[in-house]
Nanobody, 122 residues
Framework: QVQLVESGGGLVQPGGSLRLSCAASGTIFSVDTMGWFRQAPGKQRELVASIGNNGRTSNADSVKGRFTISRDDAKNTVFLQVDSLKPEDTAVYYC????????????????WGQGTQVTVSS
């Protein structure tokens, strides 16, 4: 199985920045996609940003120009640089990944992290 461990959340003032990290460990042969979702109180979980195995990234419209996703393939780690934070960015941020678990790349599974709280408030 695969474990995803997030870090980097916290309390920040509007306009501030944070860097979220998510390290994947376990029986990983290859990474397909890693990304970040978030869920605010009373709202559905939504995709924030993702990065594919070809390095192509995708961001939600609400965070374009403010959030940047990147990946360290050697460490199976994904980062989310969050800048110009707004109160509406307050949410639990979840790391998500899809991984091939065998060398034939026939077993593709998805996993979630436990989440890290980001609170934007003055």
């Amino acid at each position: 199985q695969v474990q995803l461990v997030e870090s980097g959340g916290g309390l920040v003032q509007p306009g501030g920045s944070l860097r979220l990290s998510c390290a994947a460990s376990g029986t990983i042969f290859s990474v397909d996609t890693m990304g970040w979702f978030r869920q605010a109180p009373g709202k559905q979980r939504e995709l924030v940003a993702s990065i594919g195995n070809n390095g192509r990234t995708s961001n939600a419209d609400s965070v374009k120009g403010r959030f940047t996703i990147s990946r360290d393939d050697a460490k199976n780690t994904v980062f989310l640089q969050v800048d110009s934070l707004k109160p509406e960015d307050t949410a639990v941020y979840y790391c998500h990944g899809r991984f091939y678990l065998d060398f034939r790349m026939s077993i593709l599974r998805e996993f979630w992290g436990q989440g890290t709280q980001v609170t934007v408030s003055s």
